[in-house]
Structure formats: structure tokens, C-alpha cells
């Protein structure tokens, strides 16, 4: 199995900042992509930044300028650095790995975090 465990979040006042931590643990050999999907409240999950192995990133519109992704491959973590935060920002955020290999399985397989709570205030 993967386990991912996502750190970081809670309450905030919009302007401010916080930042969001995901480590992948198992029998991990490598992953494709790490990053950030959230969910608002009573709307789907959508995308918020990725980060593939090469060092690509990838941000949603309503995020860039604001929120800046990072990855360590050797560790198999991600953060996500917020600032600038708005009301709007408000949802569960989940730690995604795209891609995963490992030793009990000869396909790799996307696997994400239970979800962190991000809630700006006005």
C-alpha cells in the first residue's frame, strides 16, 4: 500500500498565508506527478498545481501568482506554499500522487491523501 499524509492548514484571514506539506510512504519506486486538487464546498474537486518528475508545473488560473508548488522526488514530497489567500480559497485540499510504482504491483496506480482543511476568513 501508499500512504499519503498531507500537514499544514486550518483557519486563516484572506490576505494571509499558509503553507501544506504531503509525504508518500510504502514501497515506492518512483511517481510520475505530485500535486494539489481541492474541493469548495458544494463544488467538485478540481485542480490547483502539479509538479510531473521533469519539473513541470502546472497551476490553476485562480492560483497563479499566488500559490507556488514545490517537490523534493527523493523524498517523495510536496508542499504548497499559499499566499495572497482569499475566501474563495475555502475547501478541502487532497495531496495527489499520479503514476505511482511500486514493488507489490506491476501497473502503477494514482493514489491521493484523506484531505486537509484550508479555510479563509474574510
Known amino acids: 500500500q501508499v500512504q499519503l499524509v498531507e500537514s499544514g492548514g486550518g483557519l486563516v484571514q484572506a490576505g494571509g498565508s499558509l503553507s501544506l506539506s504531503c509525504v508518500a510512504s510504502g514501497s515506492i519506486f518512483s511517481i510520475d506527478e505530485m500535486g494539489w486538487y481541492r474541493r469548495p464546498p458544494g463544488r467538485q474537486r478540481e485542480l490547483v498545481a502539479t509538479?510531473?518528475?521533469?519539473?513541470?508545473?502546472n497551476y490553476a488560473d485562480s492560483v497563479k501568482g499566488r500559490f507556488t508548488i514545490s517537490r523534493d522526488n527523493a523524498k517523495n514530497t510536496v508542499s504548497l506554499q499559499m499566499n495572497l489567500l482569499k475566501p474563495e480559497d475555502t475547501a478541502n485540499y487532497y495531496c495527489?500522487?499520479?503514476?505511482?510504482?511500486?514493488?507489490?504491483?506491476?501497473?502503477?496506480?494514482?493514489?491521493w491523501g484523506p484531505g486537509t482543511q484550508v479555510t479563509v476568513s474574510s
Open positions: 509538479f510531473t518528475t521533469s519539473g513541470t508545473t
Open positions: 495527489y500522487a499520479g503514476g505511482v510504482k511500486t514493488s507489490f504491483s506491476v501497473r502503477s496506480r494514482d493514489w
